[in-house]
């Protein structure tokens, strides 16, 4: 089970609530980046950029490695899947909710089914 | 099986998508097949909506439910769990209720609670439920959000160690 405690989060979500930084994400998906690549794909300065990895990277969304004199950005694997946790209880709650509600709307349907055969008769 | 059927995502097998929708904001969504007075029904008398809104999943017992759903009105809920010696409440009030479409309630239990309001889009006899939670601040969320959920998760958990240690609570 994925562990994960609520200070951890604050970072996630701090990280998560730049339109830049979604983005950035969001193309690492596709592929591994440079730092110059991404601030040239988001019309940034380098400086600019390199902040923005950094939030990433503290979230543990990113992980950086240099290569010569390249910084090479990919996406850090387990803070998206702790993500998806966290969001995934909050789904199973509801889901257990709306699969009872599901009998029960059942249940005054076929009432209702009856009343108005009853009616008739 | 094969290899595609083994991937790791939980199937989405009744649809209910939850999204969290900007830093202060949780939507969920969910189609019924009834009309929507009939999903309106279920959320707003008492005697039903005790039948669905604890799922045995939560491990916890409803003690009481007190719904006065019209607008100004109030609601009470208190739970009660084995790991728990009192009785735990959600309280608040009825901001908005337009039958068969709309509910709006606060949860006034904590300082940080959301304002939620549920729509209910009837559509070709189905009905399209839409709940939206929104907090006063991003900090508020990430602290009460799921409060049911993140409260049955921490009794969960705390049953799984007492069991461990092969102990039982006294207050």
């Given at each position: 089970m994925v562990q994960y405690n609520r200070s951890d989060l604050d970072v996630s979500f701090a990280a998560l609530s730049d339109a830049t930084r979604r983005g950035v994400l969001e193309q690492l998906w596709r592929g591994d980046a440079s730092i110059t690549d991404l601030a040239e794909k988001f019309h940034m300065t380098l400086t600019g950029m390199k902040k923005h990895i950094g939030v990433l990277e503290q979230a543990g969304f990113v992980t950086t490695k240099k290569l010569g004199r390249v910084r090479t950005c990919k996406l850090g694997q387990r803070r998206l899947e702790e993500e998806a946790a966290w969001i995934d209880k909050y789904r199973k709650l509801w889901d257990a909710r709306f699969d009872a509600l599901d009998q029960v709307v059942e249940e005054i349907k076929q009432e209702e089914k009856h009343d108005e055969r009853n009616r008739k008769k | 099986m094969n290899a595609i059927e083994k991937s790791e995502h939980t199937p989405?097998?009744?649809?209910?998508t939850v999204e969290?929708?900007?830093?202060r904001e949780i939507v969920v969504t969910r189609t019924f097949d009834a009309p929507a007075r009939i999903v309106f029904e279920a959320w707003t008398k008492p005697e039903l909506f005790r039948r669905w809104w604890v799922p045995k999943s939560m491990g916890m017992t409803l003690l009481s439910c007190e719904l006065d759903?019209?607008?100004g009105g109030g609601y009470r809920l208190e739970f009660a769990h084995p790991s728990a010696s009192e009785p735990i409440a959600f309280f608040g009030k009825y901001l908005d209720v337009i039958p068969p479409s709309r509910i709006v309630w606060s949860?006034?239990?904590?300082?940080?609670?959301a304002i939620t309001t549920v729509t209910f889009e009837e559509k070709a006899g189905k009905t399209l439920l839409v709940l939206h939670e929104l907090y006063p601040s991003k900090e508020a969320l990430d602290a009460n959000a799921g409060m049911e959920n993140a409260m049955s998760e921490t009794f969960s958990q705390l049953d799984e160690l007492l069991v461990a240690l092969g102990v039982t609570v006294r207050q």
């Amino acid at each position: 089970m994925v562990q994960y405690n609520r200070s951890d989060l604050d970072v996630s979500f701090a990280a998560l609530s730049d339109a830049t930084r979604r983005g950035v994400l969001e193309q690492l998906w596709r592929g591994d980046a440079s730092i110059t690549d991404l601030a040239e794909k988001f019309h940034m300065t380098l400086t600019g950029m390199k902040k923005h990895i950094g939030v990433l990277e503290q979230a543990g969304f990113v992980t950086t490695k240099k290569l010569g004199r390249v910084r090479t950005c990919k996406l850090g694997q387990r803070r998206l899947e702790e993500e998806a946790a966290w969001i995934d209880k909050y789904r199973k709650l509801w889901d257990a909710r709306f699969d009872a509600l599901d009998q029960v709307v059942e249940e005054i349907k076929q009432e209702e089914k009856h009343d108005e055969r009853n009616r008739k008769k | 099986m094969n290899a595609i059927e083994k991937s790791e995502h939980t199937p989405m097998k009744s649809g209910t998508t939850v999204e969290r929708k900007s830093d202060r904001e949780i939507v969920v969504t969910r189609t019924f097949d009834a009309p929507a007075r009939i999903v309106f029904e279920a959320w707003t008398k008492p005697e039903l909506f005790r039948r669905w809104w604890v799922p045995k999943s939560m491990g916890m017992t409803l003690l009481s439910c007190e719904l006065d759903v019209r607008v100004g009105g109030g609601y009470r809920l208190e739970f009660a769990h084995p790991s728990a010696s009192e009785p735990i409440a959600f309280f608040g009030k009825y901001l908005d209720v337009i039958p068969p479409s709309r509910i709006v309630w606060s949860n006034d239990e904590t300082d940080g609670g959301a304002i939620t309001t549920v729509t209910f889009e009837e559509k070709a006899g189905k009905t399209l439920l839409v709940l939206h939670e929104l907090y006063p601040s991003k900090e508020a969320l990430d602290a009460n959000a799921g409060m049911e959920n993140a409260m049955s998760e921490t009794f969960s958990q705390l049953d799984e160690l007492l069991v461990a240690l092969g102990v039982t609570v006294r207050q």
